[in-house]
T-cell receptor, first 111, second 113 residues
Framework: QKEVEQNSGPLSVPEGAIASLNCTYSDRGSQSFFWYRQYSGKSPELIMFIYSNGDKEDGRFTAQLNKASQYVSLLIRDSQPSDSATYLCAVTDNAGNMLTFGGGTRLMVKP | DVKVTQSSRYLVKRTGEKVFLECVQDMDHENMFWYRQDPGLGLRLIYFSYDVKMKEKGDIPEGYSVSREKKERFSLILESASTNQTSMYLC????????????FGPGTRLTVT
C-alpha cells in the first residue's frame, strides 16, 4: 500500500514568517511530486511540482525533493493570511498514472 | 484556462438509490479521475480513465462504477447508494500520462440518508 504522510497540523505561523510543510512517501519508485493548495470548501489547485532532487523555486514558494530520504517539502516565504489553507502533497506511482495524496497539512497564517 | 465542471455542487439521495455524478472537461484531456475526500482520510482515488471506454480501478472502487463514452465526459455511478458513501466527490483531468498535473472540478457534496 503506497503511503504519503503529512502532519495534519494546524501549523500556525505569523505573517511574514517562513512556513515549512513536510511530506514523506513510501514508494521508492515514485517519479513526480506535487503540492496542491485547498481553501476551505474549495477544490485543490496545483501550486508546485518537482521531478528532480533539489530545490525548485516559484515566487514565494520553494519545493524541495530528497528521493534518497523519500521526503518532499514546501517552503512558503513571507507568509500571508491568504496562504491559510490546507496543503496536499501528492506523489505519482512508477507508471505515472495515479496520484496518491497525503492527508494534508492545515496552515494558518496569523496577521 | 482548464475548466472541469461537475453536474451538481450538492446532492441528497436516499439509501438504495442509483446516483449519477457527471464530470465534463473542456481541454481535450486524455485522463480523467474520480476521487472522494473525507476528513482525516484525504483524497482517495476511486477510478480513472485514460481513454474513451477505458477505465482502471483506483484504491477504493467497491460500490462504484464509471462510464466514459466521450472523451470530455466521465461519469461516476453509485449503483445502490449507502450512508458510508456520504462524501465530497472530486473529478479531475490531466492531459496525458506524460503530464501528471491534475486539474480539479469544484466537487459534489453527496449526502446519503
Amino acid at each position: 500500500q503506497k503511503e504519503v504522510e503529512q502532519n495534519s497540523g494546524p501549523l500556525s505561523v505569523p505573517e511574514g514568517a517562513i512556513a515549512s510543510l513536510n511530506c514523506t512517501y513510501s514508494d521508492r519508485g515514485s517519479q513526480s511530486f506535487f503540492w496542491y493548495r485547498q481553501y476551505s470548501g474549495k477544490s485543490p489547485e496545483l501550486i508546485m511540482f518537482i521531478y528532480s532532487n533539489g530545490d525548485k523555486e516559484d515566487g514565494r514558494f520553494t519545493a524541495q525533493l530528497n528521493k534518497a530520504s523519500q521526503y518532499v517539502s514546501l517552503l512558503i516565504r513571507d507568509s500571508q493570511p491568504s496562504d491559510s489553507a490546507t496543503y496536499l502533497c501528492a506523489v505519482t506511482d512508477n507508471a505515472g498514472n495515479m496520484l496518491t495524496f497525503g492527508g494534508g497539512t492545515r496552515l494558518m497564517v496569523k496577521p | 484556462d482548464v475548466k472541469v465542471t461537475q453536474s451538481s455542487r450538492y446532492l441528497v439521495k436516499r439509501t438504495g438509490e442509483k446516483v449519477f455524478l457527471e464530470c465534463v472537461q473542456d481541454m481535450d484531456h486524455e485522463n480523467m479521475f474520480w476521487y472522494r475526500q473525507d476528513p482525516g482520510l484525504g483524497l482517495r482515488l476511486i477510478y480513472f480513465s485514460y481513454d474513451v471506454k477505458m477505465k482502471e480501478k483506483g484504491d477504493i472502487p467497491e460500490g462504484y462504477s464509471v462510464s466514459r463514452e466521450k472523451k470530455e465526459r466521465f461519469s461516476l455511478i453509485l449503483e445502490s447508494a449507502s450512508t458510508n458513501q456520504t462524501s465530497m466527490y472530486l473529478c479531475a483531468s490531466s492531459f496525458s500520462t506524460d503530464s501528471y498535473e491534475q486539474y480539479f472540478g469544484p466537487g459534489t457534496r453527496l449526502t446519503v440518508t
